[in-house]
């Protein structure tokens, strides 16, 4: 088995999972138990300083970084937060998940996001996507999915409504040509 890690699983056209319905996951862990990941595209209506105040931590509410919109990253555990953030130096709570991406649930780290001391760029999420052992294969034999490299560019800088199409995009063929209908030789 070829672990996704670092990769995005695109949602088909045909999903109709209304929570997956278009949208791109960051696989951060995959392996002979299952794989974990975070939707990067489905805003929910709660700002991080927002977030921040339900919590108690303390923020700067003049600063962008408190004005960035929070993530439903899947329908696990949805009272528990993520961030994906590009590296930092002294971060020691964050794990390497590649060379651009680090993921964190450290209360330590979200005190930082909007200080001086935040990673330069990060997205927050409530919940995470999961798949038991076999799930994920499965349902990409079932074509429910769409598979790339990921790239950093596409969770920091791009506007979260592009998202999906900018995924798409890199694929380098027209999605609206595919049929959703698994070919099996």
């Not at 970084?65 to 528990?80: F, H, I, L, S, W």
């Not at 200080?115 to 798949?131: D, K, N, R």
Request: proline letters at 5%.
């Amino acid at each position: 088995m070829q672990s996704l890690e670092n990769h995005f699983l695109i949602a088909m056209p045909s999903m109709q999972d209304p929570f997956f319905k278009r949208a791109v996951t960051y696989i951060c862990e995959h392996n002979e138990e299952g794989a974990m990941g975070l939707v990067i595209n489905q805003p929910i209506d709660v700002t991080v300083g927002e977030l921040l105040d339900k919590i108690d931590i303390d923020n700067d509410k003049s600063q962008h970084a408190a004005q960035v919109t929070v993530y439903a990253g899947g329908p696990v555990k949805t009272d528990r937060g993520f961030v994906l953030h590009s590296p930092k130096p002294g971060y020691s709570a964050s794990q390497k998940l590649s060379s651009d991406i680090m993921i964190t649930t450290s209360k330590d780290v979200l005190a930082t996001l909007t200080t001086a001391q935040a990673p330069e760029q990060f997205i927050i999420t409530l919940g995470y996507s999961g798949w038991e052992q076999g799930q994920l294969e499965q349902e990409l034999l079932d074509n429910s999915w769409l598979i790339i490299k990921a790239d950093p560019k596409i969770i920091f800088d791009t506007p979260v409504e592009k998202r999906w199409e900018m995924a798409v995009s890199m694929l380098g063929f027209d999605v609206s040509q595919l049929s959703p209908e698994a070919g099996h030789a």
